[in-house]
C-alpha cells in the first residue's frame, strides 16, 4: 500500500447503461473517426506538444465521439504558443524561479480517461498521470508527446521528485494540470483530494485553480463515460461511442493564491470548491464547437 494506490468503491455496475444508445453504424463510424484524429496526432510527432495544435486534435477526439463540450464559471488560465501560461501568478504577482509569474496548479475531480480529453479541449497543458499510461500502446507515446508528466504511484520514494518536477514546470510558466483524487469515480465529487501533488504549488508560489468535470445525457447525469472497475480501455471507449446525447461539463472556480497556505490547507480549499459547485445552481453554459 503506498499513499497513491488509491481505491475507489465504483465498479462495472455503476456504470448505467447508454440512454436511447446510437445505431451500430454510428458507432462504427465515430470509432473510426477517432482512430483517424489519433492517426494525425500520432503523424504530428513532437509538434503535438504545441498547444493549438493539441487543443485541437482534442477537441476534433469530443466530436469524433458525439461529445459535447461545455464550460462554465470562470475563465481557465490561457496558453501562449509557448506553452507558458497567462492567466496564472503568485499572491503578490511575482515570479518564484523563472523569467514570468508562475503559471497555475488546475486540479479536477476525476471520472473518466474522458476527463483529460476534455481539460485538453479548454486549456491545453501538461497532465499529470500514473505511469501505467506511459506503457499504452500508441497513446502512450501520444501522452509523452504532449508534454504528460507521469507518476508511479508504486514507488512512493519518487513522489518528491514528481513533485519537484511539477514544480519546476509552474516556476517555468507553464501550467499543470492533474486529478489529485488519483482514482477515478463514477460520478462527482469522487474520493478526497490527495495533498501530496499540492506541495509543488506550495514550493512555486504557484496558484491553484478547481475544475469540476460532470458528464450528462439529455441533460440528465450520466455514468456512461465512468471508466471504473476492471474494464478495459476498449469497452469504455466503445461504450461512449455508442452514447447519444452525450455531453461533458468543465466548469472552473475562481484561482486562489498558494501563498501561507500549507498543501493539507490546499488540497482542503480546491475541493470544497469541487463539492460546493454540485450544490450550488449551475450558471450559463458556454457550448465549445468541437
Not at 475531480?109 to 497532465?127: E, G
Not at 501505467?132 to 504511484?153: E, K, M, N, S, Y
Not at 461512449?240 to 466548469?251: D, I, K, Q, Y
Request: hydrophobic share 45%; aromatic share 4%; charged share 15%.
Amino acid at each position: 500500500m503506498t499513499l497513491w494506490r488509491v481505491t475507489s468503491p465504483c465498479t462495472v455496475r455503476c456504470v448505467g447503461p447508454s440512454a436511447q444508445p446510437v445505431p451500430a453504424t454510428t458507432a462504427a463510424r465515430r470509432l473510426a473517426a477517432v482512430t483517424a484524429t489519433v492517426g494525425r496526432a500520432f503523424r504530428d510527432g513532437e509538434r503535438l506538444a504545441d498547444p493549438l495544435l493539441l487543443r485541437e486534435r482534442a477537441r476534433s477526439v469530443l466530436g469524433a465521439l458525439g461529445v459535447t463540450l461545455e464550460t462554465q464559471g470562470v475563465p481557465l488560465p490561457s496558453v501562449a504558443p509557448d506553452g507558458r501560461g497567462t492567466g496564472g501568478s503568485g499572491a503578490d504577482g511575482r515570479a518564484t524561479g523563472g523569467t514570468g509569474p508562475p503559471g497555475t496548479l488546475i486540479v479536477a475531480n476525476h471520472i473518466s480517461w474522458l476527463d483529460a480529453v476534455a481539460l485538453l479541449a479548454v486549456v491545453p497543458t501538461p497532465l499529470l498521470a500514473k505511469r501505467d499510461v506511459a506503457g499504452w500502446p500508441v497513446l502512450g507515446r501520444l501522452a509523452g508527446r504532449a508534454g504528460t508528466l507521469f507518476l508511479d504511484r508504486d514507488a512512493v520514494r519518487t513522489l518528491p521528485d514528481a513533485v519537484a518536477e511539477i514544480a519546476a514546470v509552474l516556476r517555468s510558466g507553464r501550467n499543470v494540470a492533474l486529478f489529485p483524487g488519483a482514482t477515478t469515480w463514477c460520478a462527482p465529487p469522487g474520493g478526497a483530494f490527495r495533498r501530496a501533488t499540492f506541495q509543488a504549488a506550495v514550493d512555486a508560489g504557484a496558484p491553484v485553480q478547481p475544475v469540476s468535470l460532470g458528464y450528462r445525457q439529455f441533460g440528465a447525469p450520466s455514468t456512461v463515460p465512468a471508466y471504473v472497475g476492471a474494464a478495459s480501455f476498449g469497452t469504455s471507449l466503445r461504450r461512449v461511442a455508442r452514447a447519444s446525447g452525450l455531453s461533458v461539463t468543465v466548469r472552473a472556480h475562481p484561482p486562489f493564491a498558494s501563498d501561507g497556505l500549507t498543501r493539507r490547507e490546499l488540497a482542503a480549499r480546491a475541493q470544497a470548491s469541487v463539492r460546493g459547485a454540485l450544490e450550488a445552481p449551475a450558471p450559463t453554459r458556454l457550448r465549445v464547437p468541437v
